[in-house]
């Protein structure tokens, strides 16, 4: 089985261990979950880059990702289905069908609100598959190897839109506050930066002497890969891109095999194989909105809804 085992790294009761209905008390585990999957069969080839990911001896890739389980401390009372919450950014989202607010520290205890979830049974589940979340911040991640070529990790160009509400003279080289994809040579000249007020309308240059890849902190200004600098300053509205060479690039397709297999463990494993449910859940229903939305589309379409045991 392609998941390899899961390293439970919390466990606690939600809400102090409340009851909810006839399903009874509710707990929470979080961990890793490590994954091992054969790049050569057929149904894990539309992984983009997956055959050059760093291999193990017996030919196989190994990632991880972050995990969370809420589940009935009695596992016979729950109803035998796992809603997956497909986590947005890292964050998860399912508990909003219990009135919860979105959580501002992520490293807080989940919390119940209505417990209609739990009232009914299910077993919540999170997996994560976004290599690019910020690892210190509590967030739900995909831990995600290289793909190497020929000369090492690969260099390519990429493309970065900003859109500020405020004047701002920085950008950090990511979406939001994701990990970013860092300048390969903070000097090149290739590199472009264009603006434009609609997103339909023809974009107007930006010389390549009027901003640079530095970091501005505390009023210091110093080179950084993975920060843009104008000092003539962005303005509120406008869409800028940034267009660079950048080194190095996770196998974010890995992202769709985690979530495959971590729900077919859950389904499948025995308690003696490390499964932390070992009931027998018979359904996983998936649920996905904005972002999270298209990956699940995105992972139907690409038949990655089936395990390598079919």
């Known amino acids: 089985m392609p998941l390899i085992n899961i390293n439970i790294t919390n466990r606690y009761l939600l809400a102090n261990g409340d009851e909810f209905g006839d399903v009874g008390q ?23 880059d997956l055959e050059l990911a760093e291999r193990e001896a017996n030919g196989s890739v190994i990632f991880s990702s972050d995990i969370c389980i809420l589940q009935p401390v009695n596992l016979d009372n729950g109803n035998q289905r796992i809603f997956f919450d497909v ?20 490293f807080a205890p989940l919390k119940a ?5 739990m009232r009914n049974g299910y077993t919540v589940a999170w997996c994560g598959w976004q290599s690019d979340v910020p690892p210190n911040l509590g967030l739900i991640g995909l831990h995600a190897p290289d793909a190497i070529g020929p000369d090492g990790p690969l260099e390519g160009r990429i493309m970065c839109q900003f859109q500020s509400d405020v004047p701002t003279e920085v950008f950090l080289l990511a979406d939001r506050q994701h990990t970013p994809h860092p300048a390969a040579d903070i000097n090149e000249q290739e590199a472009t930066l264009t603006v434009r007020n609609l997103p339909n309308q023809p974009s107007k240059a930006i010389g390549r002497d ?84 298209r990956f699940l589309r995105q992972m139907i379409h690409l038949g990655l809804n089936i395990d390598e045991q079919g």
């Open 87 to 106: 986590v947005n950014r890292g964050r998860k989202t399912a508990l909003s069908l219990n009135d919860v607010p979105t959580a501002a520290d992520h």
């Open 113 to 117: 609100g209505n417990g209609f979830l």
């Open 26 to 48: 509710y707990e929470v585990v979080e961990g890793i979950a490590k994954f091992e999957i054969d790049p050569l069969l057929d149904i894990n080839r539309s992984i983009i």
């Open 210 to 293: 009027k901003w640079s890849f530095v970091r501005v902190e505390d009023g210091d200004v110093e080179p950084d890969p993975s920060h843009i600098y104008m000092p003539s300053g962005f303005q509120p509205g406008l869409i800028y891109q940034l267009v660079y060479t950048t080194k190095g690039s996770a196998v974010v397709g890995l992202g769709f095999a985690a979530i495959r297999d971590f729900v077919s463990f859950l389904k499948n494993a025995s308690k003696e194989e490390g499964n932390p449910c070992s009931q027998d859940l018979k359904f996983a229903y998936a649920f996905g909105r904005s972002q999270s939305g």
